[in-house]
């Protein structure tokens, strides 16, 4: 189904891959799981495809998502995760998406589902008033004590090639007059 669908899309049958590569979605997702990196490179040609027909939505959900199987998936420094990453960096920059955006603050304190109750029923601690922190400036570590310890490592380096050229003897001492 995916070699078909690959060679649908390669002839510029978009349309015959973008089927194809759903039902391949829908039968990996029943048979692998929804956190299968197969599924993840099948999601990745589904979101190709769809950039290429104009479906930027889907395309895009589906970049996000095969980067997201992929990093959960699989080892850091697969090409997988470089190749998603890439492929979704290169979507976005492209039509000038965020590739993160912040989550949204709520402008209304909107009720809970639970707090649809009565209010006299729960129980709300009073109101303890805490100082502003201050934010301290970031304190910068000292680059001094990591070239002593390299500095020290180059001295022993040094010392133990020294042994092992002179050999077991030690080094040649001139002769005493």
Same mark, same amino acid.
């Given at each position: 189904?995916i070699?078909?669908a690959q060679?649908?899309?390669a002839?510029?049958d978009?349309a015959a891959?973008?089927?194809?590569?759903?039902?391949?979605?829908a039968?990996?997702?029943a048979?692998?799981?929804?956190s299968?990196p197969d599924?993840?490179?099948?999601?990745?040609?589904l979101?190709?495809?769809?950039e290429?027909t104009?479906k930027?939505?889907e395309?895009?959900r589906g970049?996000r998502? %095969?980067h997201? !199987? /992929?990093?959960?998936?699989l080892s850091p420094?697969?090409?997988l995760? @470089?190749?998603s990453l890439?492929?979704?960096?290169?979507?976005c920059?492209?039509r000038a998406?965020?590739l993160?955006?912040?989550?949204?603050?709520?402008?209304?304190?909107?009720?809970l589902?639970?707090?649809e109750?009565?209010?006299?029923a729960?129980?709300?601690?009073?109101?303890?008033e805490?100082?502003?922190?201050?934010?301290?400036e970031p304190?910068?570590?000292?680059?001094q004590?990591?070239?002593?310890?390299?500095a020290? %490592?180059?001295v !022993? /380096?040094?010392?133990?090639v020294i042994?092992?050229v002179?050999g077991? @003897?030690?080094?040649a001492?001139p002769?005493?007059l």
């Amino acid at each position: 189904m995916i070699d078909a669908a690959q060679h649908a899309a390669a002839a510029g049958d978009y349309a015959a891959a973008e089927r194809l590569l759903r039902d391949a979605v829908a039968t990996q997702e029943a048979s692998l799981g929804s956190s299968h990196p197969d599924l993840a490179t099948t999601l990745n040609n589904l979101a190709f495809v769809c950039e290429r027909t104009g479906k930027v939505d889907e395309a895009e959900r589906g970049y996000r998502r %095969a980067h997201a !199987i /992929a990093v959960a998936s699989l080892s850091p420094g697969h090409p997988l995760i @470089k190749t998603s990453l890439s492929n979704l960096v290169e979507f976005c920059e492209a039509r000038a998406i965020p590739l993160w955006t912040p989550p949204e603050t709520p402008t209304e304190d909107e009720p809970l589902p639970d707090d649809e109750g009565d209010p006299s029923a729960i129980e709300i601690a009073p109101q303890i008033e805490v100082a502003p922190q201050v934010a301290e400036e970031p304190v910068l570590a000292s680059r001094q004590p990591i070239r002593m310890i390299a500095a020290a %490592a180059l001295v !022993i /380096a040094a010392v133990v090639v020294i042994m092992v050229v002179a050999g077991p @003897k030690g080094p040649a001492l001139p002769p005493r007059l």
